[in-house]
Nanobody, 116 residues
Framework: QVQLVESGGGLVQSGGSLRLSCAAS????????MSWYRQAPGKERELVAS????????NYAASVKGRFTISRVNAKNTVYLQMNSLKPEDKAVYYC?????????WGKGTLVTVSE
């Protein structure tokens, strides 16, 4: 049973930082690319960042490039999203996603709120 559990969200002032974690289980994490998505109120879910299985490749949305860093520790079955220089427009529920057996699995998300 695939499980993804996000944590690390919260309230932070504009310009601040947060580190999100996503703990994975139920599949071979080290063989799977992982992604972070976010969904702001009234908006569609969007890709924030992705990382290949061996961390050799990363990709970022233009809106977060240079501010966010995705990383993973395969020995801990965990993927991270370091978010720096946060802006009010980064406020959203952040989700991690894992592809497995031709399906996409999602966590329940963690809320990030950025105050002015």
């Amino acid at each position: 049973q695939v499980q993804l559990v996000e944590s690390g969200g919260g309230l932070v002032q504009s310009g601040g930082s947060l580190r999100l974690s996503c703990a994975a289980s139920g599949f071979t994490f080290s063989r799977s690319a992982m992604s972070w998505y976010r969904q702001a109120p009234g908006k569609e879910r969007e890709l924030v960042a992705s990382i290949s299985s061996a961390s050799s490749s990363t990709n970022y949305a233009a809106s977060v490039k240079g501010r966010f860093t995705i990383s993973r520790v395969n020995a801990k079955n965990t993927v991270y999203l370091q978010m720096n220089s946060l802006k009010p427009e980064d406020k959203a529920v952040y989700y991690c996603k894992a592809p497995y057996n031709r399906m996409d699995y999602w966590g329940k998300g963690t809320l990030v709120t950025v105050s002015e």
